[in-house]
Nanobody, 114 residues
Framework: QVQLVESGGGLVQAGGSLRLSCAVS????????MGWFRQAPGKQRELVAS???????EYTDSVKGRFTISRNNARNTVYLQMNSLKPEDTAVYYC????????WGKGTPVTVSS
């Protein structure tokens, strides 16, 4: 049974930082491409960052230079360091596989005030 448990969200002022964590169980984590997704109110869920088994990463244009995705295979955890946060980053953030999708976790809400 796959479990994805996100944490680390909160309320932060514009320009601030947050570090999100996602604990993963039930999959061969070290060989799985993982991603962070977000869903803002009234919008579709979008992929914002991904990391492959070789630690190569990709980012959507709106977060390039501000967000950093990383992984710890020993802890089956994927992280998202978010710096220089903007109000438009406000959303619920989720992690999931990129090439294979699993049941979504509850996500962790991020609110950026102006």
């Amino acid at each position: 049974q796959v479990q994805l448990v996100e944490s680390g969200g909160g309320l932060v002022q514009a320009g601030g930082s947050l570090r999100l964590s996602c604990a993963v169980s039930g999959i061969f984590f070290s060989v799985t491409s993982m991603g962070w997704f977000r869903q803002a109110p009234g919008k579709q869920r979008e992929l914002v960052a991904s990391i492959n088994r070789d630690d190569s990463t990709e980012y959507t244009d709106s977060v390039k230079g501000r967000f950093t995705i990383s992984r710890n295979n020993a802890r089956n955890t994927v992280y998202l360091q978010m710096n220089s946060l903007k109000p438009e980053d406000t959303a619920v953030y989720y992690c999931n596989g990129v090439k294979s999708r699993y049941s979504w976790g509850k996500g962790t809400p991020v609110t950026v005030s102006s």
